[in-house]
């Protein structure tokens, strides 16, 4: 029986992570039936109950020394580390004989800078010890403007056993700086989670619109340490496509974090309480946390999603839900010329401080195929490669 041993993310806390936890799980038991999955977590106890039903077993991530969790999620956050700084304690490799590599951005530059060299540290060692090491689900780069880093990704990825991509824009960069002999493509984990949850094709619409917004304060950073300054700007743009579509407004947080740098809620609450001096009846805030599965009872009720987050982008897609993505990396570009077979509806995160624009990407993306869009989600869900993962490993 193989065991298999989840590693990389910081939390379910983040619905992506979880989609990504709930559908790599359901892939590995489809191609190893019999397998034993771990997944190693920095809060077990929550993350327990976010992965309720999800057939895996949860397990304290070791780390070196009395480090307090707090403490690690900051430093392999966007604020900056160490690059040197081991945090991982090695000694869980031996218990297991895969190692997969969770997280879709986990190989690419934070908004500091910051590379996964303690991650990529462990993958090593792994593979030393004649383990398997797998990159799954992932977008990975760009690394051209760090060219030492590159070197050292370009090494770490030649060995790594299987590299999983989760659209084409990181084949495409891989192949580019010599790495696609350990290369496939499967879907972002995400849509094969609840899979049935979907807004049906026929199902029609109400007389007023209602628009999905997901911003979070983590792509802010991308672009501004002024968080303040870009609330007001999308408070005005949220103000103007109220009074422009006559729609309400639903906000969606994807991510619940201790931490109110990344934290989306309260990031949204405050653009909720401006917004609703003016519309108090317009705009609402999903209120109870409700994980990646519950929140597609939300996401059903809109008509249109616009999405920092790009997991919820792909929830949203997921559900059968027109998604515009606010995009701050490379890895919306891919995924939705994944959806849409062009990226007509990918704009900049700073393009939504610019009223105008947004709007006239709604009305651009109203005007979209929908019975097209989602037979291409259709089709996507259907894609399966679990004979090819298993040649690799």
């Known amino acids: 029986m193989k065991r298999i041993l989840l590693y990389g993310i910081?939390?379910?806390?983040?619905y992506g992570c979880e989609a990504i936890v709930r559908g790599t799980v359901d892939n590995l038991k489809k191609a190893f039936p019999k397998a034993s999955i771990t997944y190693a977590s920095i809060n077990v106890e929550e993350d327990k109950k976010r992965l309720k039903g999800?057939?895996?077993?949860?397990?304290?991530?070791?780390?070196?020394?009395?480090?307090?969790?707090?403490i690690i999620r900051k430093l392999v956050s966007y604020i900056g580390i160490d690059y040197k700084v081991y945090y991982d304690s090695f000694k869980i490799i031996d218990d297991y004989d895969i190692i997969v590599s969770i997280g879709g951005d986990m190989y690419t530059l934070s908004a500091k800078g910051v590379y996964p060299y303690s991650l990529m540290k462990l993958g090593d060692i792994a593979i030393k010890k004649g383990k398997k090491y797998i990159i799954w689900g992932a977008s990975i780069g760009p690394f051209d403007s760090y060219p030492k880093i590159l070197k050292k990704i370009q090494k770490h990825l030649r060995n790594v056993s299987l590299i999983i991509s989760r659209e084409h824009e990181t084949i495409n960069y891989l192949k580019s700086i010599g790495i696609?002999?350990?290369?496939?493509?499967?879907?972002?984990?995400?849509?094969?989670?609840?899979?049935a949850n979907e807004k049906l094709i026929t199902e029609t619409r109400t007389k007023k619109n209602t628009i999905g917004i997901?911003?979070?304060?983590?792509?802010?950073?991308?672009?501004t340490d002024d968080l303040q300054k870009m609330?007001?700007?999308?408070?005005?743009?949220?103000?103007?496509?109220?009074?422009?579509f006559n729609c309400?407004?639903?906000?969606?947080?994807?991510?619940?974090?201790?931490d109110i740098n990344d934290d989306d809620y309260r990031y949204l609450l405050k653009i909720k309480d401006m917004v609703s001096r003016i519309y108090p009846q317009n705009i609402r805030i999903v209120e109870d946390d409700p994980g990646f599965i519950g929140i597609k009872e939300e996401l059903k009720k809109c008509d249109i999603v616009i999405a920092a987050r790009m997991h919820c982008a792909v929830n949203a897609v997921a559900t059968k839900i027109p998604a515009i993505f606010l995009s701050y990396s490379r890895k919306s570009f891919g995924m939705a010329n994944l959806i849409y077979k062009n990226n007509d509806y990918v704009v900049g995160l700073e393009t939504f401080s610019d009223a105008n624009s947004i709007i006239d990407k709604i009305k651009e993306i109203s005007k979209l195929e929908i019975s097209n869009f989602q037979s291409n989600v259709d089709q996507l869900k259907k894609i399966e490669q679990i004979d090819k993962v298993k040649e690799y490993i």
């Open 10 to 14: 910081l939390g379910v806390y983040n």
């Open 54 to 70: 999800c057939d895996v077993e949860i397990i304290e991530r070791p780390v070196k020394g009395a480090i307090k969790r707090r």
């Open 180 to 195: 696609h002999e350990n290369v496939i493509f499967l879907p972002d984990p995400a849509f094969y989670v609840a899979t």
């Open 214 to 223: 997901n911003l979070s304060p983590l792509s802010t950073f991308y672009f």
């Open 231 to 244: 609330i007001a700007q999308q408070v005005d743009t949220i103000l103007k496509i109220i009074r422009t």
């Open 248 to 258: 309400d407004i639903v906000l969606l947080p994807h991510v619940i974090s201790e």
